[in-house]
């Protein structure tokens, strides 16, 4: 499994959404494996959840912000939903959310404005 390189202090809020305040990278993969990601400072993103599903998935989550930054960076780069939503996934899981929390919420970021 991949892991952050870092995760100390790297984002802010700023109203619903967040802003990168630190590079956010991330080892695509496993750790070393030559390709990584790196959300660059500046860089606004957000959690999107239907606040009547609040209750299962707070957007506010700290578990949840990292990998929705990676999510949100790579769709903005030009990443397919599906390869996009499988670093949300291992984002996720690094971050130690559930297996069923997971699964729900990558169906969700793979199937939404599905063409």
């Known amino acids: 499994m991949s892991a952050y390189t870092h995760a100390l202090d790297w984002c802010e809020r700023h109203g619903v959404g967040y802003r990168v305040t630190h590079a956010l990278s991330w080892d695509v993969g496993r750790p ?17 959840v239907p606040r009547w599903l609040w209750w299962a998935a707070n957007p506010h989550r700290p578990e949840y912000l990292k990998a929705a930054a990676l999510h949100d960076y790579t769709l903005q780069s030009g990443w397919d939903r599906i390869s996009g939503g499988a670093l949300f996934h291992a984002g996720l899981k690094a971050d ?16 939404y404005r599905f063409q």
């Open 96 to 111: 130690g959310v559930g297996r069923m929390r997971r699964l729900a919420m990558t169906l969700a970021v793979m199937l």
């Open 32 to 48: 070393g494996s030559g390709l990584q990601v790196t959300v660059p400072p500046g860089f606004g993103f957000e959690v999107s």
